[in-house]
């Protein structure tokens, strides 16, 4: 059994940052491949960025790369997303997913999703 909870969302201007966390409980989540992805309302559910086991491979969605670093601390049974310059439209709810490096990310588990609002 794996659980996340994020947090670390907020209300911030364009232009600012905020850092969100991915608190994971589990024996096992240092074996799980992570990604966070974000839901804004009326929208599908899209990609933003995933980290592999050892933390050492990243991947980005366009939108993001340049702006938003994912780091983990495996000591810490953590996964952060770093958003930088954010924009109006980076405005979503944010999960966070662990799955098995054989997993898809439709059979991982997930958290409730932190709210993140970008103001012009």
């Known amino acids: 059994q794996v659980l996340l909870v994020e947090s670390g969302g907020g209300l911030v201007q364009a232009g600012g940052s905020l850092r969100l966390s991915c608190a994971a409980t589990?024996?096992?989540?240092?074996?799980?491949?992570v990604g966070w992805f974000r839901q804004a309302p009326g929208k599908e559910r899209e990609f933003v960025s995933a980290?592999?086991?050892?933390?050492?491979?990243?991947d980005y969605s366009d939108s993001v790369k340049g702006r938003f670093t994912i780091s983990r601390d495996n000591a810490e049974n953590s996964v952060y997303l770093q958003l930088s310059s954010l924009r109006p439209e980076d405005t979503a709810i944010y999960y966070c997913?662990?799955?098995?490096?054989?997993?898809?990310?439709?059979?991982?588990?997930w958290g409730q999703g932190t709210q993140v609002t970008v103001s012009s």
């Open positions: 997913a662990a799955r098995t490096v054989d997993g898809t990310w439709s059979s991982a588990y």
């Open positions: 589990g024996p096992t989540f240092s074996a799980s491949i």
């Open positions: 980290i592999n086991r050892g933390g050492g491979t990243t």
